[in-house]
Every structure is written in structure tokens, then in C-alpha cells.
């Protein structure tokens, strides 16, 4: 039966993964029971009720204590981390949980994924930006040009461009370079270089045939392992009647450079989808592999929530500001991206209004 939720991976089998945030009748669950299911529900929604603050740097193990001893719970608790691409219970932010599956209930949202595909959203930013600005994709960003606290200029590989203020959207490490001597605070480049990435393999597939009707994520905590069916989301990739499948694992920064344990993962993750479709490798046309360095710019642990994430404005130049997924704030992966783009597009109009 087709499956809007997620599932839980255990072994060659799937079950659905209970919602725990939403009010109402628990969904069944062929895995958990529903007095696992209510008991962690009622232990979220008991935080919930208190201040976010008082949780937003601490971690749901500690928020939930000896709940977490039964494994259930425990599995429950590491499949709600998953969406935050954080499995382990000791690392996740009990806040930033909470928050997400607030507002993941408002949105009436399947985790964290945008409507339609990311190509629907750059498609119409790119239309909306012509419409009054040049959009240059060609540019690529190499030095600052720096005079007293302002960014004068950027030298960028198809020449020089003027600016009144810089938003910089790349890794923070590139920005270091680009800016070149700049001092920054101490404690600043310090927090910066400290910013723990989240870092993994993608194998995505082309299949003759629909393997699967799960239409939400599956996962698997231990292992780290997700994926998805997306040919719903972006059908030009998938013609009707075949099927696209995207499998995550991830990787731990130190391991993501080191072949051994790239190539241990890849075999650990095809493994994981032969024991779940016997037939996949079989029906799969095309497949590619991403070694992907960054999936996440700051891992949403409780010592990066929103609160420790980098500020906007940049510290001691005045006209350059940081948007993209290490910034702090609200939400979760891309739509910490988005919210940033929202939030540094409002600093740089008031303060280009200040300049006249
Ligand atoms: C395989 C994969 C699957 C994902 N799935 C999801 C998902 O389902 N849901 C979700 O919420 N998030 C997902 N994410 C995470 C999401 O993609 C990121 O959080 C988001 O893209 C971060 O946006 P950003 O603007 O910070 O960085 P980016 O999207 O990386 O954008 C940075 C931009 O800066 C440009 N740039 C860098 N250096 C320079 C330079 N010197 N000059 C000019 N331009 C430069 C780059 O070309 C790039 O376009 C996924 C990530 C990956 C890798």
C-alpha cells in the first residue's frame, strides 16, 4: 500500500514509523507498540510545555533520563534524530527536536523536505531576481578587496565586481582565505573551526521498474543509513513507470577522506538494500555515487543549536553577511539555508538604506 510516512528499517523489513508529535490517535505500527509510542509522546509533550531555552543545549538523553533505557524508546527517539541527520540520543538537541516536530505538526509536513523539488524553488528565484538584477553564475569568488572595515570589491574568475555589501554563502574555511589578512576575533575563528560538518556517501539509482511505494523516508539509525523514492518529487528524472532511489549513509567527518572506510560503507549500504530488495541491483540502469564532504555545515548536536551557530553580520566588517546552513537560525538543515536567506536579505536592506 502506497506509504506518505516514514519507515523504519530493521533488517529486510520496513515498518512504519509512528508520529509521536501529532495530537490525536497514535498510527499504527507493526514494530512498536502503542504503549511505547504513547510513552514517549507524553514525555515529549511534557518538555514541550516548558521553555525551549532550558533545552536547546541540552541533549535528549538528558532531557528524557531513564526513559531512554528501553530500547524501543530508545530506537523511537534515534529514528526522530534521523531527520535531524542525528541518531545518537546523547548528541541531539532536546530543543531543536521539539521545535522541529512543532512545527513539522503545523506544517502538516512529512519531515524536512521542500514541496515540489529544489530545482521547482531555484527555478523561481532565478525568475524573480531577473526580473530587477543581473544574476552572473559563471562568477566564482576568489579574493576581497578590503578597505578599513568595507569590502570594496570582489575579484572573482570572470573579472572584478563593485559591491556595496558582500553576502557570502560558501564554506566558512573558503571565506578565511578569501579574505585573506583580515584579523578576525580570536574567539570568532576559533568557534568557526570548531564547527562539527555532517558528512556521508549518496548512491542514487535509475530502475527499470517502481521497487518501492514508500513515498516518506526510510531509515536506519544504526547504521546511518536513509533513502528515499523521489521520482514523486521531480518526474522529468524518472519517466513513468521507472523509478528513482536515493540511499544516504553517512559518514563521520574523519572517515569521509579515509578510502578504507568509504569503501566499508558503500558495501555496508548496497548490503543494506539487496537484504530489502532482493531484485533492486538487477532492475537499477544507471547509478552514481556522491562522495559528499558537507551534507550539513554544522551538525545539529546541542553544542551547535541555533543559539551556537555563526552570527549574520560578519565580525568586524560591516558589509558582509553569512547566509546558508551554518548560521544561526531557527530550523533545521535547508530550511536553516532558507530562513537565513530570508533574515540576511532584510540586515542588507536596512543597512544599505543606512549607507543611502
Ligand atoms: C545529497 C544531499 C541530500 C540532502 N537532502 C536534504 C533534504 O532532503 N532536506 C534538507 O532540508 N536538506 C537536505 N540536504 C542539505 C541541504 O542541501 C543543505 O542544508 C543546503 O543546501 C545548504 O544550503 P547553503 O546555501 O548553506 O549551501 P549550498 O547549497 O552548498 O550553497 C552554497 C553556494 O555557494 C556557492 N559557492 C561556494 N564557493 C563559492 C565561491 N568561491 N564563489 C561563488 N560561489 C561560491 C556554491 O556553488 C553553492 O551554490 C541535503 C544535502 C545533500 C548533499
New binding site residues.
Given amino acids: 500500500t502506497e506509504n506518505e510516512g516514514n519507515c523504519l528499517i530493521k533488517g529486510k523489513d520496513l515498518y512504519p514509523i509512528p508520529r509521536v508529535n501529532q495530537s490525536g490517535g497514535e498510527a499504527p505500527s507493526g514494530y512498536f507498540t502503542q504503549q511505547e509510542i504513547s510513552k514517549l509522546k507524553q514525555a515529549l509533550e511534557e518538555l514541550s510545555q516548558e521553555k525551549v531555552e532550558k533545552y536547546i543545549r541540552k541533549s535528549l538523553a538528558d532531557a528524557l533520563g531513564d526513559l531512554l533505557k528501553e530500547e524501543k524508546l530508545l530506537l523511537l527517539s534515534q529514528l526522530l534524530g534521523m531527520e535531524l ?1 542525528e541518531p545518537e540520543p546523547k548528541r541531539i538537541s532536546a530543543g531543536e527536536l521539539i521545535l522541529h516536530l512543532e512545527r513539522k505538526a503545523e506544517a502538516q509536513a512529512n ?4 514541496k515540489g523539488s ?1 530545482r521547482i524553488l531555484i527555478q523561481a528565484m532565478v525568475k524573480s531576481i531577473e526580473q530587477s538584477s543581473e544574476l552572473k553564475t559563471r ?4 579574493t576581497l578587496e578590503i578597505e578599513k572595515n568595507r569590502v570594496k570589491s570582489i575579484n ?2 570572470e573579472g572584478v565586481i563593485e559591491s556595496d555589501a558582500v553576502v ?4 566558512l574555511a ?1 571565506f578565511f582565505q ?1 579574505a585573506g589578512a583580515v584579523s578576525f576575533p580570536e574567539k570568532w575563528v576559533k568557534k568557526v573551526k570548531r564547527m562539527e560538518r ?1 558528512s ?1 556517501l ?1 548512491l542514487d539509482f535509475g530502475l527499470r521498474e517502481k521497487v518501492s511505494e514508500v513515498k516518506g ?1 526510510l531509515f536506519e539509525p544504526a547504521s546511518k543509513i536513509l533513502a ?1 523514492f523521489p521520482s514523486n518529487l521531480d518526474p522529468s528524472l524518472a519517466p513513468e513507470g521507472k523509478q528513482l532511489a ?1 540511499w ?1 549513509i553517512l559518514v563521520s567527518e574523519q572517515e569521509i577522506n579515509d578510502p578504507e572506510a568509504v569503501r566499508s560503507a558503500i558495501q555496508k549500504l548496497r548490503a543494506q538494500i539487496k537484504r530489502l530488495f532482493p531484485d533492486f541491483f538487477a532492475l537499477a540502469e544507471w547509478e552514481r555515487i ?1 562522495h ?1 564532504p ?4 554544522s551538525a545539529l548536536t546541542h553544542k551547535q543549536s541555533r543559539l551556537d551557530r555563526i552570527e549574520i553580520n560578519a565580525p568586524g566588517l560591516e558589509n558582509v553577511f553569512f ?5 544561526s537560525v531557527p530550523g ?7 530562513r ?2 530570508i533574515e540576511v536579505s532584510q540586515r542588507c536592506l536596512s543597512y544599505l538604506r543606512r549607507e543611502g
Avoid at 111 to 114: D, Y
Avoid at 139 to 142: E, F, G, I, K, V
Avoid at 332 to 338: H, M, Q, T
Fill in positions: 541527520l519531515s524536512c523536505q521542500l529544489t562568477d566564482r569568488a576568489l572573482t574568475t557570502w554563502t560558501g564554506s573558503q578569501l555532517v556521508g549518496a523516508w528515499r536515493s544516504l556522491l559528499l558537507i551534507i550539513d555545515s547566509a546558508g546552513d551554518s548560521v533545521i538543515r535547508s530550511e536553516v539555508a532558507l537565513s536567506g
